[in-house]
């Protein structure tokens, strides 16, 4: 006898939560650090370029331009550490849940970190952002 498709049952497999926020994390992960990656390997390049003969004022922009890839880089670094205080505090909550012991001072604090990291990583995508398009643009318009 085939088995009969319940739509609740599968609703609930595809849209368990514990799934999404496992996926939701690696998501913020790989953008984190393919940040960092394209943020080092752009600062490498640009800071290759200042041994050129560049103009002074060239040269002034694109170390300026290097000072906001190494805070993006900078931010990234920060983003992963505030991340390991998060799991960390979550790992103490699930052992406060098993022992039924209130854990709402420490839910406050893991959701003020991903709050701030929220604002982190958008910061760090801006800032990298701005510095390839205008090192593109210079570079371009030489």
């Known amino acids: 006898m ?44 640009t800071l290759s370029l200042l041994n050129n003969d560049l103009t002074c004022n060239l040269k002034l922009l694109l170390k300026i ?13 920060f983003i992963a550490y505030s991340e390991s205080e998060n799991y960390r505090l979550k790992y103490y909550i699930s052992r406060k849940i098993e022992k039924l012991q209130p854990f709402e001072k420490e839910e406050q604090s893991c959701t003020s970190i991903e709050g701030r990291n929220k604002w982190l ?20 318009a030489k």
Do not use: C, M
Request: proline share 1%; net charge positive.
């Open 2 to 45: 085939p088995e009969t498709y319940n739509k609740d049952d599968y609703n609930k497999k595809v849209y368990k939560i514990d799934n999404w926020q496992k996926l939701h994390v690696q998501q913020l992960s790989y953008t984190r650090n393919l940040v960092i990656i394209l943020a080092s390997a752009a600062l490498g390049y």
């Open 65 to 77: 331009i290097s000072l906001v890839y190494l805070i993006s880089i900078t931010i990234g670094v």
């Open 121 to 140: 990583i958008k910061t760090q995508l801006i800032l990298f952002g701005i510095a390839i398009i205008t090192e593109t643009i210079l570079l371009i």
